[in-house]
């Protein structure tokens, strides 16, 4: 558990040494400009309404729960902050999806020197983006109902206090979803397979998404952290799943 804990934050790490290797810089390029677009509008939308949006939601409870309004405050503003993060997590990967999958193709030829069999060009990029596309619609698919459902439980006095906690845990679990899955979808591996892959190694994914996750929260820092992340996931990728997933 604790090798796995330092080696999923060692792969983070790699990922931003990766993506300032030579011939990779220029597969970042694209990716950060559309992240500075996607961060703006979700820092300039989240500024305004922030405060707003959760007094509204604390105002819904009933007068019996007022002593307890302040807990609920703090649990709505963690439940937006991350809703947030993974907004522009998921506007960014929709947005640089096939760039991404580029990127991740070349950093998988840097690590193992072996050319991919069908390498990705400007054509298939573009032939890659309605699949690129549908798999970014699975992963919110996988993500909204289950945000939906801590922020329901939210609401039970024994829960309140872990929210927070439960709701850190599953960001940094779907980052690692999130960026792991580009090199497995550049295999043809399937979403589910995908995710049942790394559930087998939940410490080791927790630990890198949560350093996705921390990088995301600092500004200029994470317009660069998920270039790294794709970088990081398929070096994680190649080491720790894909001989499992040759096998079947």
């Known amino acids: 558990m604790t090798k796995d804990l330092t080696t999923g934050i060692g792969y983070f790490r790699e990922g931003f040494r990766l993506i300032w290797r030579p ?38 409870l009933p007068d019996w729960l007022g002593f307890v309004a302040w807990i609920l405050w703090l649990l709505f503003a963690v439940l937006f902050l991350l809703v947030l ?39 298939t990029i573009l032939m890659t ?10 992963k919110l698919g996988y ?48 979403f589910p397979r995908m995710r049942r892959s790394l559930a087998r190694r939940r410490v080791l994914a927790g630990s890198f998404g949560g350093c996705v996750f921390l990088a995301t929260l600092v500004p200029i820092l994470n317009l660069f952290a998920m270039p790294a992340a794709v970088a990081g996931g398929t070096a994680l990728w190649i080491r720790e799943l894909r001989e499992d997933n040759q096998r079947k």
């Open 129 to 138: 983006v309605p699949r690129s596309l549908w798999r970014e619609v699975q």
């Open 143 to 190: 993500y909204l109902p289950r945000v939906l459902l801590i922020f329901v439980l939210g609401f039970l006095p024994l829960f309140q206090l872990a929210a927070p906690v439960v709701s850190a845990l599953f960001v940094a679990w779907m980052m690692a979803v999130q960026f792991v899955d580009f090199p497995a979808d550049n295999r043809g591996i399937p």
């Open 23 to 60: 011939g990779m810089r220029r597969f970042v390029l694209i990716p950060v400009l559309a992240n500075v677009l996607v961060f703006a509008v979700i820092a300039s939308v989240g500024g305004h309404y922030f405060s707003t949006w959760v007094d509204l939601a604390v105002a819904w």
């Open 85 to 123: 993060v993974y907004g522009f997590v998921f506007l960014s990967n929709l947005f640089g999806s096939p760039f991404y999958g580029l990127l991740s193709e070349k950093v998988e030829e840097l690590l193992t020197g072996q050319a991919p069999d069908s390498p990705l060009t400007v054509k």
